[in-house]
């Protein structure tokens, strides 16, 4: 499932005239965050484990990443994520796939103990077929 797009600018990009690893990790985590708040009624969500992150292949200034979601997992407190980052080229309507990686999200209260997902089917699903549509 889309989450999000945006574009690499100049101010994100270092010495080797590539998108900072860890400034992708952070938006990549910012997904994650987003995608467990649409999949459920929960408020808030902390992420508890970041694993499997490969980079693929390097984001320039002025590429345009999209983020897609896939839920692996879903617990009672917690979900995990599968998160796929690609560029896309609007002129030639293509992707290459740039980084890819596992995030665990837990919902917490207030107080930040976990608390039970309020899972919103229709939203859970959606994903799922988004998913499937796009490993044809």
Do not use: C
Not at 11 to 37: E, H, S, Y
Not at 103 to 121: Q, S, T
Not at 124 to 133: G, K, M, S, Y
Request: aromatic letters at 6%; glycine letters at 6%; zero cysteines.
């Amino acid at each position: 499932m889309l989450i999000t797009r945006e574009m690499a600018l100049d101010q994100d990009i270092g010495l080797n005239a590539t998108l900072f690893g860890g400034d992708m990790m952070a938006r990549m985590d910012k997904v994650a965050g987003i995608a467990a708040a649409l999949m459920s009624r929960n408020r808030r969500f902390l992420t508890v484990k970041v694993s499997e992150l490969l980079f693929h292949s390097p984001v320039r200034a002025g590429e345009i990443i999209e983020f897609h979601i896939a839920i692996t997992r879903q617990g009672r407190t917690s979900l995990t994520l599968q998160i796929e980052v690609q560029v896309y080229e609007p002129v030639s309507d293509q992707r290459r796939d740039v980084t890819s990686g596992e995030f665990v999200m837990v919902a917490v209260d207030e107080a930040l103990h976990p608390e039970p997902i309020l899972w919103k089917p229709e939203m859970v699903q959606t994903a799922l077929e988004a998913h499937q549509r796009r490993h044809l």
